[in-house]
């Protein structure tokens, strides 16, 4: 992996002239972020089912997408989050980097709604027995489960998904033409994964092993 920074036409590495092109952030743009869960931002992160979270490793940098029943996380306390770590495809990159570098960024988002929710904070992972029972699903126990200490958390306006009609455009289904997980898999691999049989089986796959 490439360390050396990329170089487009018009490159900007001033912070003075990055600031220039932008202005200063409005009063409210400074003024929501918390050094903790208010109820409002309690009662977000509650109603989440869905969030994205950013870690960072001697490899580089990764972004997971992370769901469940419900809602996403269990709050601890105002300052902690519990994170069950479900069932997936045994890669752990996320966890790889949690092990050497402490720090997340975290992006919450509810269904309809077009704001979203960002945390930045610092996890450990943990294997407790308690916690991994208190965030069982269905029988079956999370690997281990992440505690998030919360340093800010904010909200993020809804422009991005007004401009991108995003619930709009998902609630037509999936588009015509876009890769199957076989054909992504099949393509990457040079065939020797992924195709047909996988695309066949993989919503059963799914089932049996979603938590």
């Given at each position: 992996?490439?360390?050396?920074?990329?170089?487009?036409?018009?490159?900007?590495?001033?912070?003075?002239?990055?600031?220039?092109?932008?202005?200063?952030?409005?009063?409210?743009?400074?003024?929501?972020?918390?050094?903790?869960?208010?109820?409002?931002?309690?009662a977000w992160v509650e109603a989440?089912?869905?969030?994205?979270?950013?870690?960072?490793?001697?490899?580089?940098?990764?972004?997971?997408?992370r769901g469940d029943a419900g809602r996403a996380v269990t709050v601890l306390d105002e300052r902690t989050l519990l994170i069950p770590d479900r069932r997936g495809n045994n890669r752990i990159d996320s966890l790889r980097n949690i092990l050497t570098d402490?720090?997340?960024?975290?992006?919450?988002?509810i269904p309809g709604v077009n704001e979203c929710l960002r945390i930045n904070g610092r996890a450990a992972i943990s294997v407790d027995p308690d916690l991994c029972q208190r965030l069982a699903m269905e029988g079956q126990q999370p690997r281990s489960v992440l505690w998030l200490e919360i340093d800010e958390v904010y909200f993020q306006c809804a422009r991005a998904l007004i401009r991108s009609d995003f619930w709009a455009l998902g609630a037509r289904g999936r588009p015509p033409g876009i890769p199957t997980a076989?054909?992504?898999?099949?393509?990457?691999?040079?065939?020797?994964?992924?195709?047909?049989?996988?695309?066949?089986?993989?919503?059963?796959?799914?089932?049996?092993?979603?938590?």
């Open positions: 992996m490439s360390s050396l920074r990329p170089n487009p036409p018009g490159l900007v590495t001033d912070i003075a002239l990055l600031e220039s092109l932008y202005g200063s952030p409005a009063a409210p743009s400074l003024a929501k972020v918390s050094p903790h869960l208010t109820r409002a931002y309690r989440s089912p869905f969030f994205a979270l950013g870690t960072v490793g001697p490899g580089g940098l990764d972004v997971s997408p402490p720090r997340v960024a975290v992006l919450f988002m076989g054909q992504m898999t099949a393509e990457a691999s040079d065939g020797r994964e992924g195709g047909a049989a996988y695309d066949a089986a993989l919503p059963e796959r799914q089932r049996r092993t979603l938590w």
